[in-house]
């Protein structure tokens, strides 16, 4: 069965950080361009970071540009979302998603997780 599982979210105080990880079973990740989405309540879902297969340039929201950072582990089949300087307004649910394209159209991705719950509060 092919899936994919976030962990590492949680409560954080504004100014925090936190790492999340989305790990792959029953597929390579290698081989996908992986994206991480978001969804506050009452919110549209939006793109936080992507990177591509290959492990390029990666991309960020404005909104988390200089705070957040992609990465992947391919030898772990895992890529891990970084992030500092957190905010009130990043609460949100975060998806990871694999596809065959980096980008922030969430309707390209072909597998997501179930999502993990981040709350930025003091």
């Known amino acids: 069965q092919l899936q994919l599982v976030e962990s590492g979210g949680g409560l954080v105080q504004p100014g925090g950080s936190l790492r999340l990880s989305c790990a792959a079973s029953?597929?390579?990740?290698?081989?996908?361009?992986i994206g991480w989405f978001r969804q506050a309540p009452g919110k549209e879902r939006e793109g936080v970071s992507c990177?591509?297969?290959?492990?390029?340039?990666?991309y960020y929201a404005s909104s988390v540009k200089g705070r957040f950072t992609i990465s992947r582990d391919n030898a772990k089949n895992t890529v891990y979302l970084q992030m500092n300087s957190l905010k009130p307004e990043d609460t949100a649910v975060y998806y990871c998603?694999?596809?065959?394209?980096?980008?922030?159209?969430?309707?390209?991705?072909?597998?997501w997780g179930q999502g993990t719950q981040v709350t930025v509060s003091s």
């Open positions: 990177i591509s297969s290959r492990g390029g340039t990666p």
């Open positions: 029953g597929f390579t990740l290698d081989s996908y361009a």
């Open positions: 998603a694999a596809g065959r394209t980096a980008s922030f159209a969430f309707w390209q991705y072909d597998y």
